[in-house]
T-cell receptor
């Protein structure tokens, strides 16, 4: 158990809908990373937050947004969903804001868009 | 930012054999990390090697780093069926110290 909690574990929805994925980082970790992994692919970096502030952005679509709240949990919002958004979405946390330490990954939220 | 490129993309070996996978990157790094992912699960950190280290061991894992060639290798000795997983490297760039980018990984199959 990494200590990172992601909910929901599975989500099935229709095209055009909007969903919110939630991540609770490990106790004491200030940084949260979001990644997308499509079937049998590598991980695409989406966005990183540190202590409530956005620190780095990857190939995140405009239809996607995220935020980190004062209690350090983070949410990834996906809107106007398309079939191609079906993927595993991972959250990872680490203590510092820089990418020099070990990331602890959650078990992911599996999104299926029908 | 940069990502590591793992090679080979897939590797199939017999239980008991050693498995070697490689990672190449493009720019100077602070450190390089290796992760394992069992099918459909979250990534698990295996080992971190700093730019001033050349070799590091952890149990049956041996990681080497050659900064002059901008490459790293992960060796798993005496492999077991439970080592079947995808393995990813993640170089931590000096010039982009927030992102941690993963490549496509090496898929290792250890046949019993």
């Amino acid at each position: 158990d990494s200590g990172v909690t992601q909910t929901p574990k599975h989500l099935i929805t229709a095209t055009g809908q909007r969903v919110t994925l939630r991540c609770s980082p490990r106790s004491g970790d200030l940084s949260v990373y979001w990644y997308q992994q499509s079937l049998d692919q590598g991980l695409q970096f989406l966005i990183q937050y540190y202590n409530g502030e956005e620190r780095a952005k990857g190939n995140i679509l405009e239809r996607f947004s995220a935020q980190q709240f004062p209690d350090l949990h983070s949410e990834l919002n996906l809107s106007s969903l398309e079939l191609g958004d079906s993927a595993l979405y991972f959250c990872a946390s680490t203590k510092g804001g820089h990418n020099t330490g070990e990331l602890f990954f959650g078990e992911g939220s599996r999104l299926t868009v029908l | 930012s940069q990502q590591g490129e793992e090679d080979p993309q897939a590797l199939s070996i017999q239980e008991g054999e050693n498995a070697t996978m490689n990672c190449s990157y493009k720019t100077s790094i602070n450190n390089l990390q290796w992760y394992r992912q069992n099918s459909g699960r979250g990534l698990v950190h295996l080992i971190l090697i700093r730019s001033n280290e050349r070799e590091k061991h952890s149990g049956r894992l041996r990681v080497t780093l050659d900064t002059s060639k901008k490459s790293s290798s992960l060796l798993i000795t005496a492999s077991r069926a439970a080592d079947t997983a995808s393995y990813f490297c993640a170089p931590s760039s000096m010039d982009s110290s927030y992102k941690l980018i993963f490549g496509s990984g090496t898929r290792l199959l250890v046949r019993p």
